[in-house]
C-alpha cells in the first residue's frame, strides 16, 4: 500500500473523521440512500476519504454478528471476513491463561489478539503482523476493547524471535494466493509455521475447517473444531502445552 493511501486510512482514526462516521451510521440506520450520504461527504472530504467513511460504516454493521463493540471498530472487507469472532476468541484464549508470554502472529485487525490481551494472567500479550494498515487497526481496535496496553508490532514471520515466548497463536494467510484450504498456499505456510515452532513455545494455529494438514507434528498434537450458530467457523490445531487431549 502507497504511502498516500495509508494516510487516508490513516485520517479515519481522526477526530474529524470519527465525527463524519458517526453522522454516517445514524443516516445508513435511518435509511437514508448511500448514494445521498456519498454526495453528502463529498462536500466536505475527498471522494477517496467520502468511499473510505462509507465502506468502514457498512462494515461495522456487518460485524454487529461478530463484535459487541463494531461501531466503534476499524476493518477492512478482507480482514473482517477473516476475523474470529469474539466469542469464539474468547473460548479459545481460555486455553492460554497461565502463560506469561504469549504472541498473536499474523493477528490482522486483532480479533484474537483483544480476547487474549484481557486475559488477567499473562505479563506480556504481543501482536505481529506484515501490514502496517493491519497493525494500525490493530491498536485501534486493542484502545476500543480496553486493552491498549499490548504492543502490536509490524513484522514478518520470519523476522519473530518466537523463542522469547511461552505460547504461540498464529493465524496464517489463507487469502495470500487465492482463497485456500490447503497449507501450502497459506502466508506463512503450514509447513514452515510447524518447522518453526517444532522445537519452541505451545502453539495454536487457526486455519479453514477443510484444512488437510501436510507437515503436521507426529506428538503431542491435537486439532478441534469450532463451530456458532450451527456452523463450523474454524479448525485450529493446537501443540505442546496447550493441547488437552493428545491425538484427538
Not at 502463560?99 to 505479563?123: E, H, K, N, V
Not at 504492543?151 to 519473530?160: G, H, K, L, Y
Request: glycine share 6%; with cysteine; hydrophobic share 40%.
Amino acid at each position: 500500500m502507497m504511502s498516500d493511501e495509508l494516510a487516508d486510512f490513516r485520517w479515519l482514526l481522526s477526530d474529524r473523521a470519527a465525527i463524519l462516521l458517526k453522522l454516517t451510521q445514524e443516516g445508513l440506520s435511518t435509511g437514508i440512500p448511500v448514494l445521498s450520504l456519498a454526495n453528502r461527504l463529498r462536500k466536505t472530504v475527498s471522494a477517496q476519504r467520502a468511499a473510505l467513511v462509507l465502506e468502514l460504516c457498512q462494515l461495522r454493521i456487518r460485524a454487529r454478528q461478530k463484535f459487541t463493540a463494531a461501531d466503534r471498530m476499524f476493518f477492512t472487507r478482507p480482514a473482517l471476513e477473516m476475523a474470529t469472532d469474539e466469542r469464539i476468541a474468547r473460548f479459545k484464549s481460555q486455553r492460554f491463561a497461565g502463560f506469561r508470554r504469549i504472541a498473536d502472529i499474523c493477528c490482522s485487525i486483532g480479533g484474537d489478539l483483544m480476547a487474549l490481551a484481557q486475559l488477567t494472567g499473562p505479563a506480556d500479550v504481543t501482536g505481529f503482523d506484515q501490514d502496517a494498515l493491519a497493525v494500525m487497526y490493530a491498536r485501534a481496535n486493542l484502545k476500543v476493547s480496553g486493552s491498549a496496553v499490548c504492543n502490536v508490532s509490524q513484522t514478518s514471520f520470519a523476522d519473530i524471535e518466537i523463542s522469547q515466548f511461552d505460547a504461540v497463536h498464529i493465524d496464517p494467510d489463507r487469502r495470500h494466493k487465492s482463497r485456500s484450504i490447503r497449507g501450502d498456499s497459506f502466508s506463512p505456510t503450514l509447513t514452515s509455521v510447524f518447522e518453526k515452532t517444532a522445537v519452541g513455545p505451545a502453539t495454536a494455529v487457526k486455519v479453514a475447517p477443510a484444512t488437510v494438514l501436510s507437515g503436521q507434528p507426529a506428538a503431542n498434537t491435537e486439532r478441534e473444531w469450532i463451530g456458532h450458530r450451527r456452523e463450523c467457523k474454524q479448525q485450529v490445531i493446537w501443540t505442546g502445552n496447550l493441547v488437552r487431549h493428545p491425538g484427538c
